[in-house]
C-alpha cells in the first residue's frame, strides 16, 4: 500500500482548523496509508482529526523530513495541507522544493494533490511562482475562484467543512422550529460598532430569537463573553482545548439556529451545515468570507457594517432569508462538488480510479 503523506497541521484552538482537515484527511485515506504530520499539535486538536487506526501519526519534524523526501522513490501521494495561506516567498519555496517529489512521485504512480487551499490576498510575483510550483501537481484545487485566478492554476471546489453536518436539510428549507441566532466574532479585531450590534440586536428582536454566542477560536472567548453581555445573550464557553467535545456542543446549538451571525468563515460554514443561515456580517471586511461562500452558490451573504446603515443591513438579511430554501440547498450541492473532487483524487492515483 503506497503511502499519502499529508499535514494537518493548524491553529490549535480554531475548531474550524480541525473539522476541514478531518475533510481533507477523508478524502486521502482510499487512495493509501495516511501518513500525518502532526508535529506541534496538543491531543485535543488531534483527537478531532477523525483519525484511523491504520493512519501513522509523525510528530517529529526531522521525520517528517525524511519520509517526504524518500517517498517519492515508493510512488507515495503527496497531499498538501488545506486551509489557508499567503502567496509569500516561504509558501512559494515549499511548493518549490516539493515539485521535484511530486515530478519523481508520478513517474512511480504516485501523485500531488493541493485541494482545499485559498489565499489570504494576491501578489504579481508571487502568484506566479506558486503556478510555477504546482506544475507537476496533479489536481489543484482552490476553494475560491479568487485563488485561482490570483495563481492562474487548477479549479475551484468547496471547502472541506462542507463534509460534514445534518445529511438531509429538508426541513430547514423552511427555517420554521430554529429559535436561535447564533453569533460567533473574531477576538483579534476591534470591537464591533453599533451598526453591527444595533443589527444584531434587532434582528434577534424582531424574529423572537434568543441570542446564543460561541467561539470559533479559543481566543475568541473574551470577545464572546462582552458579546452575550451587551446582546442579552447565552454564552457557549469554549477553551480552545477539546475540538471534538466542542464541535457536539456547537452543531447542537447551529442545529436550533435560524441564522448564524459570524466573521470567522467556519462558524459560518458549520452552521450553514446544520441548516442555519449564513450571514457574514463583518466588523471590518468580508471579502474572505464572500469568495469562499461564492463557491458554494451563496452570494450575498458577507458584507461590512461598515458599508451600511442598520435599516439596509436588516434588508440584506431579509434579502436573504427570501432566500433560505436555495441558500440551505447549497450545502446539497456543495457536497456533490466534493464527491465530484473526491472522484478526481481517485483518478490521479495509479489503482485507485
Do not use: C
Request: glycine residues 12%; without cysteine.
Amino acid at each position: 500500500m503506497r503511502d499519502v503523506l499529508v499535514s494537518a497541521r493548524g491553529q490549535a484552538d480554531n475548531l474550524g482548523d480541525s473539522v476541514l482537515r478531518r475533510g481533507l484527511l477523508d478524502a486521502l485515506r482510499p487512495l493509501g496509508r495516511l501518513v500525518v504530520n502532526v508535529d506541534g499539535l496538543p491531543d485535543g486538536y488531534v483527537g478531532a482529526l477523525g483519525l484511523q487506526a491504520q493512519d501513522l501519526l509523525v510528530r517529529d519534524r526531522r521525520e517528517w523530513a525524511r519520509r517526504s523526501a524518500a517517498g517519492a522513490w515508493g510512488g507515495a501521494v503527496y497531499g498538501f495541507n488545506a486551509g489557508e495561506t499567503y502567496a509569500t516567498p516561504g509558501y512559494a519555496g515549499h511548493l518549490l522544493k516539493t515539485a521535484p517529489l511530486v515530478a519523481l512521485s508520478r513517474l512511480r504512480g504516485g501523485a500531488g494533490l493541493h485541494v482545499g487551499l485559498g489565499l489570504r490576498a494576491p501578489h504579481p510575483l508571487w502568484g506566479r511562482v506558486l503556478n510555477l510550483g504546482l506544475l507537476p501537481v496533479s489536481v489543484v484545487a482552490w476553494r475560491d475562484a479568487d485563488s485561482r485566478a490570483w495563481v492562474g492554476r487548477g479549479s475551484v471546489a468547496p471547502d472541506w467543512g462542507y463534509a460534514f453536518g445534518t445529511q438531509d436539510l429538508t426541513a430547514a428549507l423552511t427555517g420554521a422550529d430554529r429559535p436561535v441566532l447564533a453569533v460567533s466574532l473574531r477576538g483579534d479585531r476591534p470591537a464591533p460598532g453599533p451598526v453591527w450590534t444595533d443589527t444584531v440586536r434587532a434582528l434577534a428582536a424582531d424574529r423572537s430569537l434568543d441570542v446564543v454566542v460561541v467561539p470559533q477560536v479559543g481566543r475568541d472567548l473574551p470577545r464572546a463573553r462582552d458579546l452575550a453581555a451587551d446582546l442579552g445573550g447565552e454564552l457557549v464557553a469554549w477553551d480552545g482545548i477539546d475540538h471534538a467535545a466542542a464541535e457536539k456542543v456547537v452543531r447542537d446549538v447551529y442545529r436550533r439556529a435560524s441564522f448564524v451571525v459570524s466573521d470567522r468563515l467556519h462558524a459560518l460554514v458549520l452552521g450553514h451545515t446544520e441548516g442555519a443561515l449564513p450571514v457574514g456580517l463583518a466588523p471590518g471586511s468580508a471579502g474572505k468570507l464572500e469568495r469562499s461562500l461564492a463557491t458554494v452558490g451563496a452570494t450575498g451573504v458577507a458584507f461590512s457594517s461598515q458599508d451600511v446603515d442598520v435599516p439596509a443591513a436588516l434588508a440584506r438579511v431579509d434579502a436573504l432569508d427570501a432566500r433560505r430554501p436555495e441558500l440551505i440547498d447549497a450545502v446539497r450541492r456543495a457536497r456533490d462538488s466534493l464527491d465530484g473532487l473526491r472522484g478526481r483524487l481517485r483518478g490521479a492515483v495509479r489503482g485507485t480510479g
